[in-house]
């Protein structure tokens, strides 16, 4: 054959291959091309790619050509193990000019009727010094039809496409099962069991919150700042149908006011904005997932009005674009300003709160739930405990102080300060001495002098009781008598406080 045309063939071929190997990561689909690619530049009879296995330490065929799925199931060597074993072992290349006149060819595959006259390439496909499989081919020679040093050639170079592919393919993987790794501990982590509140409010809240998870209504979360807004709209998420799919914030308080709307819709590459490269925006990142708007008060009127259009009409431009892009993301916003008086204010858009307002989710400050607060203690307690390895406790006088203090900065401060009790504890056991002075002044002193009326008091004490009750209940699997005794209650004392506090068999 002319040479040039060979070359030719050999180049197209190559590219050709170079192209399959790029197209994805399906291992299975993208070798198979290439040995079938290989099959028509080679005119091979059959060919395989034979991949190490880390653990077994055997070499498997992952691809093949001409032969059937039972020949390939038999197709399995060990390191050293015939023809294919040894190149693996060696690292070098073999030709077998007639696999009928060579004994350490075994035929394992046993897909050769025919072995005279056939001859045997087999090329190790490694990166760096690091082998990591074969690829073979048979195929028979004659005067006219191609030869040996050719093939060598560019099944060297389609082998060593294949290594890069392989070890992308392996990282490919690797970051797949980590990813899934990771997903299901967001899955867990926001799951409606670690947020706490046994409270009428809170538990309303809860609700709402597990009816509109399974949704794709937009949610609007209120509340002052540590109540748990990005924890519920992270939630949300996590307990929905696309918690597979992105979650993604913005904080539009962070962004500088020119920057927002790049960030949000993206730019187009070669718009007039002079970008280089396309950027994408949240939103389209958010894809299926769920786009949060945190501190959506903060956001400027000129913008207000394109997030309305996109809230209406549910799609939008890249910057430097005049092409539509649809949203398919769920929005969840947030804010800890009260919109409504923003709205008076003109500070906030009328259409586009009405817009966002479909669900509102309106998170209660601390200070109103104060039955709350000896369960948030404990559940930080045991979570920072188990984080630094102590098994430091508070005693009742701590807590009846915690339980009395009026939480400004909410669950966050709460958590803050437990972790840092936590640490700094020299003991097992926090008194009310050990607590900060100026966390046990703003108790004694609070800031609407109500909260020291005698009626408020007793409201918090018996808060304090009733989660007491709560959670004594759910330690002992809802056994009332050993909960009672656990309290030290009779079972008749307890049942009369469940009665007046309107705890139900399932402690709510
Ligand atoms: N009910 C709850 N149970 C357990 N942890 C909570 C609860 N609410 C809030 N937290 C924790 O308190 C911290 C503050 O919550 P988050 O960041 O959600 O508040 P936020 O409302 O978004 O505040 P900001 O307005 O300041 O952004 C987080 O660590 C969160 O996990
Ligand atoms: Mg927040």
Redesign the pocket.
Known sequence: MDRFIRKNQELSAILDISRVLTSSFDLDKNLNAVMESLAGQLEMQRGCVFLLNHISRELRIVAAYGLTPEEIRRGKYRIGEGIVGQVIESGQPMFIPNIGAEPKFLNRTDSRPQKSGVSFLCIPIGLDSHIMGVISVDRIYTEERGNVDDDLRVLSIVASFIAQFVKLWEHFQQAEQECGNLRSQLKEKFNLS????EAPSFQHILKSVRKVATTDTTVLLL?E???????IAQTLHYQSSRSKEPFVAVNMAALPENLIEAELFGVEKGSFTGATTRRLGRFEMAHHGTIFL?EIGELPLNLQVKLLRVLQERKFERIGSSESIPVYARIVA?T?RNLLEEVKKGNFREDLYWRLNVVPVD?PPLRDRVEDVPL?LD?YMKKFNGMYGRCVRLDPEAIGQLTAYRWPGN??KL?NLVERLVIMAEQDVITGEDLPFNLVSLTQKPIPPISVDALNLGREIEGLERSRIIKALKDNNGVQQQAARSLGFTPRQLGYRMKKYGIGLRYD
Do not use: P, Y
């Not at 670690?194 to 509140?197: D, P, R, S």
């Not at 700042?225 to 924890?231: A, F, I, M, V």
């Open positions: 670690n947020i706490i509140g509340g700042s540590g109540t748990g807004k990005e924890l945190d947030a800890n998170l948030l559940f669950v966050r958590a």
